[in-house]
Protein backbone atom coordinates (compact mmCIF):
# COMPACT_ATOMS: atom_id res chain seq x y z
CA UNK A 1 0.00 0.00 0.00
CA UNK A 2 1.19 3.28 -0.82
CA UNK A 3 0.16 5.80 1.19
CA UNK A 4 0.55 9.93 -0.10
CA UNK A 5 -0.25 12.91 2.68
CA UNK A 6 -1.08 15.77 0.15
CA UNK A 7 -1.13 19.11 0.92
CA UNK A 8 -4.76 20.50 0.76
CA UNK A 9 -4.31 23.60 -0.82
CA UNK A 10 -1.58 21.82 -3.53
CA UNK A 11 -3.32 19.36 -4.59
CA UNK A 12 -6.71 20.84 -4.68
CA UNK A 13 -8.66 18.75 -1.95
CA UNK A 14 -12.71 19.43 -2.81
CA UNK A 15 -14.71 21.16 -0.04
CA UNK A 16 -12.25 21.71 2.10
CA UNK A 17 -11.46 25.56 3.46
CA UNK A 18 -7.87 25.11 2.73
CA UNK A 19 -8.20 25.01 -1.05
CA UNK A 20 -8.30 28.17 -2.04
CA UNK A 21 -6.85 30.29 -4.81
CA UNK A 22 -4.82 33.01 -5.08
CA UNK A 23 -6.27 36.31 -7.01
CA UNK A 24 -3.25 37.36 -7.80
CA UNK A 25 -1.92 35.66 -11.03
CA UNK A 26 -4.88 33.33 -10.91
CA UNK A 27 -3.84 32.02 -14.66
CA UNK A 28 -0.53 30.80 -13.52
CA UNK A 29 -2.38 29.34 -10.18
CA UNK A 30 -5.00 27.51 -12.20
CA UNK A 31 -2.30 25.82 -14.47
CA UNK A 32 0.19 25.10 -11.43
CA UNK A 33 -3.16 23.18 -9.44
CA UNK A 34 -4.13 21.60 -13.00
CA UNK A 35 -0.84 20.20 -13.41
CA UNK A 36 -0.58 18.96 -9.95
CA UNK A 37 -3.80 16.92 -10.03
CA UNK A 38 -3.14 15.76 -13.40
CA UNK A 39 0.28 14.42 -11.86
CA UNK A 40 -1.40 13.05 -9.03
CA UNK A 41 -4.19 11.17 -11.29
CA UNK A 42 -0.96 9.83 -13.76
CA UNK A 43 0.49 8.38 -10.27
CA UNK A 44 -1.98 6.58 -9.13
CA UNK A 45 -3.01 4.75 -12.07
CA UNK A 46 0.44 3.72 -12.73
CA UNK A 47 0.73 2.56 -9.40
CA UNK A 48 -2.48 0.40 -9.67
CA UNK A 49 -1.30 -0.70 -12.85
CA UNK A 50 1.49 -2.12 -11.17
CA UNK A 51 -0.69 -3.83 -8.30
CA UNK A 52 -0.61 -1.48 -5.36
CA UNK A 53 -3.52 0.16 -3.86
CA UNK A 54 -2.79 4.15 -3.34
CA UNK A 55 -4.58 5.75 -0.28
CA UNK A 56 -4.35 9.61 0.03
CA UNK A 57 -4.23 11.42 3.34
CA UNK A 58 -4.99 15.08 3.45
CA UNK A 59 -3.16 17.32 5.13
CA UNK A 60 -6.43 18.71 7.08
CA UNK A 61 -7.30 14.62 8.12
CA UNK A 62 -3.67 14.82 10.21
CA UNK A 63 -5.31 16.98 12.56
CA UNK A 64 -8.11 14.24 13.51
CA UNK A 65 -5.31 11.57 14.45
CA UNK A 66 -7.62 8.79 15.64
CA UNK A 67 -10.01 9.08 12.55
CA UNK A 68 -7.23 8.69 10.75
CA UNK A 69 -5.60 5.76 12.06
CA UNK A 70 -9.09 3.83 12.16
CA UNK A 71 -9.27 4.70 7.82
CA UNK A 72 -5.55 3.28 7.49
CA UNK A 73 -6.13 0.52 9.66
CA UNK A 74 -8.96 -0.22 7.25
CA UNK A 75 -6.92 -0.39 4.17
CA UNK A 76 -4.26 -2.32 5.55
CA UNK A 77 -6.64 -4.68 6.92
CA UNK A 78 -8.30 -5.02 3.73
CA UNK A 79 -5.17 -5.45 1.74
CA UNK A 80 -4.44 -8.66 4.35
CA UNK A 81 -7.31 -10.18 4.13
CA UNK A 82 -6.93 -10.05 0.05
CA UNK A 83 -3.36 -11.43 0.31
CA UNK A 84 -4.31 -13.97 2.67
CA UNK A 85 -7.13 -15.15 0.24
CA UNK A 86 -4.56 -15.25 -2.99
CA UNK A 87 -2.07 -17.91 -0.65
Known amino acids: MVVFVHGCFWHRHKGCPKTTTPTTNRKFWLEKFGA ?42 HLLLRAQAAR
Do not use: H, I, P
Not at 56 to 61: A, D, H, K, P
Open 36 to 77: NTARDARQQKELRKLGWRSVVVWECETKRTERLAKRLARGLR
